[in-house]
C-alpha cells in the first residue's frame, strides 16, 4: 500500500466519526474501565463463567481451550494439566462483550469430576456442565478481584507460579528439536546500491528476501510497475508492438534488481500496478478488454524473459516468486470487477508458467480479509474450476483496531482453512504485505519500544501457522541526511527475529503465551550454540475493544468501512489479563555441551538498549543437564539470550571428603570430591582442626590447642 493514501483514508474515516483528524480509527468500548469486570480468564485468556452467590463456575467446555486437558466420558470427566503448557485452540472464539460472568440456576450434576487425582463435584448451569474455579486451584492457583468480579485461574503447566518477582517460569528442552524454525525476514523498498548504508543496513537485519512493490524510481510516478516498464503503452496513444524491446524500459527496475541480488536477498516480484487513479481499465466484455487483457499477458511475459532469459540484454534465473497484482479487492488498485481479475489472474498465471515451469506464481494478495468483493474464497474456486497455476497464496494483513499480535496468527489459521476445503491446504501461504500501524496509527511510534517487542510477537506467533514467507511493509531504517542509515526500534524487533536463523532446529518451548510473551528458542546443527528469544509485549486495556461496543459509525458486523475503498474484516478483539510478565525463569533442559558452564550472552532492547549486549555471565550445568537463569524484563521489551560451551570441566576425584586443599593449596570442604557450600562446622585436617564456613576453611588450630569458637 502506498502510505500516503492510507494516511488519507485513515484521516477521512476519523472526520466521519467525529473524532477530529488526529484521532485512530479504531473500535472503543464506552469507558476502558468497562472492559475489565465480571470476567472469567485463564491463563489470561477469557472463559465463559457464572457467577451464583459469589461463587464462580467456568464452563468445562472452555478449559481445554487454555491450558488444561479435559477427558470426557457420559459418566465422568478428568482435568489435569495440559502436556503443551499454553495452547490456543482456534475453533474457541472469545468472548468480548462487557459483563460476559454470567448467572443463573445450580444443579449438581451426576457426572463424576475429578481434577488431577482429586475428586471434586462438577455442575449443571445453562444446561452447560461447569466447576468451581476454586477447585482448578490444584493445578496452579486462582486470584479473584471481589471489586471487579474478575476471576483469574493460572496453570502451574502453563509457567505461572505465586512469586514475589513476578516472573514467568519459562522451560526449553534442547533435547527435543520440533522442527524447523522459518524465515520471516522478507521486506520491500530499494536496499540501495552495494555498499552503501542502506544496503549494509538491509544486510544487518538479516533480510533474505525484496518485494519489487512501491520501489522509487520504478513506479511510475508512484503508479505501479508496469506503468513505468512500458511507458508509450500507458503515457501515448502511439500504436505499441510489445514483442519489441524498444517498447520497454528496464532501467530503473534493473537497478533495484541489482540493489536486491547485492544484499543476497530472494526477489519476490510484484506484477501490476500500484495505487492510483490511472487504474481505469477497460469495461468487462468488450473488444478493448479481450486486447488489454492479453497485452497484459504479453507484457509478463516480456517481464520474465528480460530477468530469467536474458532477453532484452537481460538477466538469467533471478526471479524466484511471481505474484500477480496487488490488493484487487482495493477499488483504487483494481477498479474493475472480481471476474476481470479471475480472467487475467488465468491468463498471465498460465502464460508465466508455459514459459518459466520452475518460477513459483501465486495470488490474490486481498487485503480485506472477506469475500465481499470475490477475492477470497470465490477466487479460490475459481482458480480450483479452471485449473490455474497457484503455487502459493499471497494476502496481506495489516491491525485493525486493538494491537493484537496473535491476530496476525488467528487470520492465517482462517484462511487456510478455505484453502483446505478446495484442497489446496499444502500450498504455501505467503504474507507478501503486512506491517504494525494502518487503521490505529497512534497505536505506536518507531521510536517507540513496544512496536518493536509487538513485531517480534507476532513473527514468533507466525512460525506455528502455515504461513511459509512474510514481508514487512514497515520501514526498518531511516536514511539521514549525510548518507547514513539508523535501523528503528522496529527494524531492532525485526532483526532479533532473524537472530535465530543462526539456531534454525527450532527446540520445545513451555511458559510464553499467545497475548504477548512469546517465547521461541533454536539450536544450530553443529549444537554450539543455543538462541532463545522472549518477547514481553502487553496490549492495552484501552484496546482491548469489543466491536459491538464501538462508538464508531464505520464499524459495523465487525467490519470497518471505508467508501469508495473496501470494507474490511476485523478479527474479534480479545479481552486479557496479564500475569508473571514482569521477568522469567528460564530452565534449559538437555543441553548439549560436555562443559562446566555455559556462556550466556544476554542482548535487549528496550528503550535504552537497541539489541545491545547488556551482560554477559557463565552459569553452571548441573548434573541432569540443566541450566537455571533469571532476569527482569519489563513490558514492551526483548531479551535474545545466546548460549554457547563455557568451560572445561575438571575431573572430580570422589574420594575427597572432609577438609582438603585444591590444586592451588587452598583449603576447603569436600563431599564426594565437589565443595560442599552448605557445610558450616568444626572439621579435622591434616595439621588438626578448622573452622569451615560454606564449605571455605576460615580458620584452623594445631592439635596441641584447644579450639576456640
Not at 524498444?246 to 536486491?260: A, P, R, T
Not at 474456486?381 to 494483513?397: I, S
Amino acid at each position: 500500500m502506498l502510505r500516503k493514501k492510507i494516511t488519507a483514508w485513515v484521516l477521512t474515516a476519523a472526520m466521519l466519526t467525529g473524532l477530529g483528524a488526529a484521532a485512530p480509527v479504531t473500535a472503543f468500548a464506552q469507558t476502558a474501565e468497562d472492559v475489565q469486570q465480571n470476567r472469567c480468564y485463564i491463563n489470561g485468556d477469557e472463559v465463559r463463567a457464572y457467577d451464583v452467590e459469589d461463587t464462580i463456575y467456568v464452563v468445562v467446555d472452555d478449559l481445554s481451550a487454555y491450558g488444561f486437558n479435559v477427558q470426557k466420558s457420559k459418566k465422568s470427566v478428568t482435568i489435569t494439566s495440559g502436556t503443551n503448557g499454553y495452547y490456543f485452540d482456534e475453533s474457541f472464539s472469545p468472548n468480548t462483550e462487557s459483563s460476559t460472568m454470567g448467572t443463573g440456576s445450580v444443579k449438581t450434576s451426576t457426572i463424576k469430576g475429578k481434577v488431577a487425582d482429586q475428586a471434586v463435584t462438577l455442575y449443571t448451569i445453562d444446561n452447560k456442565l461447569c466447576i468451581k474455579a476454586e477447585d482448578l486451584g490444584g493445578l496452579g492457583y486462582t486470584k479473584y478481584d471481589s471489586d471487579k468480579n474478575i476471576m483469574n485461574i493460572y496453570s502451574t503447566q502453563a509457567g505461572y507460579t505465586e512469586n514475589t518477582e513476578h516472573y514467568r517460569n519459562i522451560t526449553v528442552n534442547a533435547g527435543d528439536q520440533t522442527g524447523t524454525i522459518k524465515s520471516f525476514q522478507g521486506a520491500h523498498y530499494d536496499p540501495g546500491e552495494a555498499g552503501s548504508a542502506t544496503s549494509k543496513a538491509y544486510i544487518e537485519l538479516g533480510v533474505d528476501m525484496v518485494r519489487t512493490h512501491d520501489i522509487d524510481g520504478t513506479q511510475g510516478d508512484g503508479r505501479g510497475i508496469i506503468y513505468n516498464l512500458v511507458p508509450k503503452y500507458f503515457d501515448t496513444d502511439d500504436e505499441v508492438d510489445l514483442n519489441d524491446p524498444s517498447s520497454y524500459d528496464f532501467e530503473e527496475l534493473d537497478k533495484v534488481i541489482d540493489n536486491i541480488l547485492a544484499t543476497g536477498s530472494e526477489v519476490y516480484f510484484r506484477f501490476g500496478a500500484s495505487q492510483n487513479d490511472d487504474n481505469k481499465f477497460p469495461e468487462e466484455g468488450t473488444e478493448e478488454w479481450t486486447q488489454f487483457l492479453q497485452d497484459l499477458t504479453t507484457m509478463a511475459e516480456h517481464i520474465v524473459m528480460h530477468y530469467d532469459f536474458g532477453w532484452d540484454d537481460g538477466y538469467y534465473n533471478t526471479l524466484d516468486y511471481f505474484e500477480i497484482w496487488n490488493e484487487p479487492d482495493l477499488q483504487d488498485f483494481w477498479p474493475n470487477t472480481a471476474n476481470q481479475y479471475y480472467e487475467m489472474y488465468n491468463s498471465v498465471s498460465k502464460a508465466v508458467e508455459k514459459l518459466d515451469p520452475t518460477l513459483p506464481i501465486g495470488g490474490p494478495t486481498l487485503t480485506t480479509l472477506n469475500d465481499d468483493d470475490g477475492i477470497e474464497e470465490s477466487f479460490i474456486k475459481y482458480v480450483k474450476e479452471n485449473d490455474c497455476p497457484l503455487d502459493f497464496y499471497a494476502y496481506h494483513f495489516y491491525p485493525s483496531n486493538n494491537c493484537d499480535p496473535y491476530d496476525y496468527s488467528r487470520w492465517a489459521y482462517h484462511l487456510h482453512s478455505i484453502l483446505e476445503d478446495y484442497g489446496y491446504g499444502d500450498v504455501p501461504m505467503m504474507l507478501s504485505e503486512y506491517g504494525t500501524v494502518l487503521f490505529n496509527p497512534n497505536a505506536f511510534s518507531m521510536a517507540d519500544s513496544a512496536e518493536a517487542s509487538y513485531l517480534a510477537s507476532l513473527m514468533m506467533y507466525l512460525q506455528d501457522t502455515p504461513v511459509e514467507k512474510a514481508n514487512i511493509y514497515n520501514r526498518l531504517i531511516q536514511t539521514n541526511e549525510d548518507g547514513s542509515a539508523t535501523i528503528t526500534k522496529t527494524g531492532y524487533g525485526y532483526k532479533a527475529m532473524g537472530q535465530m536463523n543462526q539456531t534454525e532446529n527450532r527446540l520445545a518451548v513451555t511458559g510464553g503465551d499467545k497475548n504477548g510473551m512469546a517465547v521461541m528458542a533454536g539450536i544450530n546443527d553443529t549444537e554450539d550454540q543455543i538462541n532463545v528469544l522472549i518477547s514481553n509485549y502487553e496490549i492495552p486495556t484501552s484496546q482491548m475493544l469489543a466491536n459491538s461496543e464501538s462508538h464508531n459509525p464505520m464499524i459495523k458486523d465487525n467490519k470497518l468501512c471505508i467508501p469508495g475503498v473496501a470494507n474490511w474484516s476485523l478479527p474479534i478483539a480479545r479481552v486479557l489479563t496479564y500475569e508473571n510478565n514482569a521477568g522469567y525463569n528460564l530452565t534449559v533442559t538437555d543441553v548439549p555441551y560436555d562443559t562446566a558452564n555455559v556462556v550466556v550472552e544476554q542482548y535487549r532492547i528496550d528503550n535504552d538498549n537497541n539489541l545491545d549486549l547488556i551482560n554477559t555471565i557463565k552459569v553452571p550445568v548441573s548434573e541432569d543437564g540443566s541450566v537455571v537463569l533469571s532476569n527482569a524484563l519489563n513490558t514492551y521489551s526483548v531479551d535474545l539470550l545466546s548460549i554457547k560451551p563455557g568451560d572445561a570441566k575438571v575431573t572430580v576425584d570422589t574420594s575427597k571428603n572432609g577438609l582438603a586443599q585444591d590444586e592451588n593449596g587452598n583449603w576447603y570442604y569436600y563431599k564426594n570430591g565437589v565443595i560442599d557450600t552448605s557445610y558450616t562446622g568444626i572439621a579435622p585436617n591434616a595439621y588438626g582442626w578448622g573452622r569451615v564456613v560454606n564449605g571455605w576453611l576460615v580458620e584452623s588450630r594445631k592439635r596441641s590447642r584447644r579450639l576456640q569458637l
